[in-house]
């Protein structure tokens, strides 16, 4: 790998001489390969494989997959993430114990908002945001995969949370940097590294923590990270949260076999965790959590609660209550805690009912793309299900449909958007395909053919088919 000059100067003066070879050293192997499991749709400790330490669900591959030709992949069984990045888990874990309502500020494509969601106690809320508009589709696709419903993506600004005063319990910034941990994975990102794009990161980084801060609860937790090593990104923007914003950075136990190592600021001995690839196994990362002092703004009275359910449900009736009364056989009996109500656009969601006023206050401030999940679409007197509730363990109601196990072939020609033949017996109307037990989506048995409910812009595009497949034993 030819990496700059002024980025290893600057990696020496990091790590020192003798350490810095072997981080060199480390550059030029290839990285490893992780995946982490989805406990809503498999089983925890299903694979025997090494496990990432840090990570509940967290496994080592021996090497990549062909995870595009995998239908549990693409059913949302696993997410394939690097591993370094998993840690978020070990804060979560310490500081959040009760149901919160988390914001995830910069999160396409998506690896730590469907951790985090895995990972945050149940009952509480996550709001995904990616400013960049067309990166929050591949973010949607992957949370509607995901299939959790207390979910919201949004499409906004860092600037826009600031209206949101003292709102989330939990905020991770992961912030956009100068990717220097994401070297070897990708060549593109040593191209596009200079010690200017440098300055210009830790800048916005400031920007970016300084605009959202004001939606942060006093006591609440932010937790920044970024997947490149120098100190400014790192250590001084960490130093900056402290010494500017009053914050309280926290401390994570980690144990020494994890390779994790702390503060390369001189003088400083605040709590970082850092990833270095000849230390750990993943690639480079860093990670501090900081804590809201709690006299830093008058504490918001809580905001009582309402049950809307009776709301939504009298609002939405005169928007279909046909309609609305379908979606309703289809769900689960879990789902009495969810709301149903249609929008304007003919589309009925499921929304929990606990935090009806938290989305109001999203949607008079921010530009809400999804929230809950989508349970169907209305067409005249018929409602289409969506890919979403298939998605959905908890809230969908598998029974409501007669189901087809499809074998690998059919289930690869389903996500490609090909025309899949059922068997004779299979009723018409809308059936729920599953391969090996997992549901993959929906078609529409016209008799002699199916129609394919598949979404158009998540087909499997690659008209190839590799020689040998490899899949997660799952
Ligand atoms: N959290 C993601 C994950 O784990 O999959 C990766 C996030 S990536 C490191 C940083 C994200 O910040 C990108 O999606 C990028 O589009 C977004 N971003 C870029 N500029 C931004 C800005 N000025 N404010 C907020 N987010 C920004």
Redesign the pocket.
Known sequence: MNLPVSFVDSARRLLGDVECESFIDALSQPAPVSVRINPLKAREGVLELERVPWASGGYYLGERLTFTFDPLFHAGCYYV?EAS?MFVEQVVRRYVTDPVVAL??????????THLRSTLPEGSLLVAN???KS?VRVLTENIVKWGHPDVVVTNS??ADFGKLSSFFDVI?V????SGEGMFRKDPEAVEAWSLENVEVCWQ?QRR?VADVWPSLKPGGVLIYST?TYNRKEDEENARWMRDELGAELLPVEVPEAWGITGNRLEGEDFPVYRFLPHRTKGEGFFLTAARKPEEAEEDAPPKKRKDKRKEEKGKSAAAGKAHLKMAGEWMSDEAGEYALSADDEGSVWAFPCRYADELDSLRRRLKVVYAGVSVGEVKGRDLIPSHALAMCPALFRKEAFPTEEVDYGQAVAYLRREAVTLSAAAPRGYVLLTYRGVPLGFVKNIGNRSNNLYPQEWRIRSGYTPEEVKTLPL
């Open positions: 993430q990045s995830d500020l910069c999160a396409a494509p998506g690896g730590k908002t990616e400013v960049i990166r600004d860092p991770l992961d912030a956009p940097c916005r970016i997947c």
